[in-house]
């Protein structure tokens, strides 16, 4: 008993008690922590907005809204990815100039990016951490890309 016990000590203090579970045959299933389901809820509200964003662009700017269509279903998904739903967002104005609009939601997708790299690093879970450095590459690429459509 004391050398299990032991055992298990050593192995929690170096983050592998869950390995040592696996090898046991014993299947550990993760505790939800408070900090990462906070940093959902932040990361779900701010994918929101910028879903919000790209909506009412395309919106305001019909020649931008067939362009915009792949942008919707990406915010979409990320909302869905971290168990947002979309209800009770509302639209923010959007810039009158169509340039104007789309270099204003290329600097949100920027900002996002940013955003969600911090997050990722500040994720306890490694799950997490992954789905959110894996959001953040995909808005970087969305900031470069939608300013294509100038």
Do not use: W
């Given at each position: 008993?004391?050398?299990?016990?032991?055992?298990?000590?050593?192995?929690?203090?170096?983050?592998?008690?869950?390995?040592?579970?696996?090898?046991?045959?014993?299947?550990?299933?993760?505790?939800?922590?408070?900090?990462?389901?906070?940093?959902?809820?932040?990361?779900?509200?701010?994918?929101?907005?910028?879903?919000?964003?790209?909506?009412a662009v395309a919106a305001r700017?019909?020649?931008?809204?067939?362009?915009?269509?792949?942008?919707?279903?990406?915010?979409?998904?990320?909302?869905?990815?971290?168990?947002g739903a979309d209800a009770g967002?509302?639209?923010?104005?959007?810039?009158?100039?169509?340039?104007?609009?789309?270099?204003?939601?290329?600097?949100?997708?920027?900002?996002?990016?940013?955003?969600?790299?911090?997050?990722?690093?500040?994720?306890?879970?490694?799950?997490?951490?992954?789905?959110?450095?894996?959001?953040?590459?995909?808005?970087?690429?969305?900031?470069h890309t939608v300013r294509d459509?100038?």
């Open positions: 008993v004391v050398v299990v016990a032991g055992a298990g000590t050593v192995a929690g203090l170096a983050h592998r008690l869950d390995d040592v579970a696996r090898e046991v045959g014993v299947r550990p299933r993760p505790r939800a922590v408070a900090a990462d389901d906070a940093l959902i809820a932040e990361v779900a509200r701010a994918q929101n907005v910028l879903l919000s964003q790209v909506e700017h019909a020649g931008l809204a067939d362009g915009l269509k792949p942008f919707q279903q990406i915010a979409q998904a990320q909302v869905k990815a971290v168990g967002r509302r639209a923010p104005s959007g810039d009158a100039d169509s340039a104007g609009a789309v270099t204003a939601l290329s600097n949100a997708y920027a900002a996002a990016s940013t955003a969600r790299a911090e997050d990722s690093g500040r994720a306890v879970s490694p799950d997490l951490a992954r789905v959110l450095a894996s959001m953040s590459a995909g808005l970087a690429q969305c900031a459509l100038r």
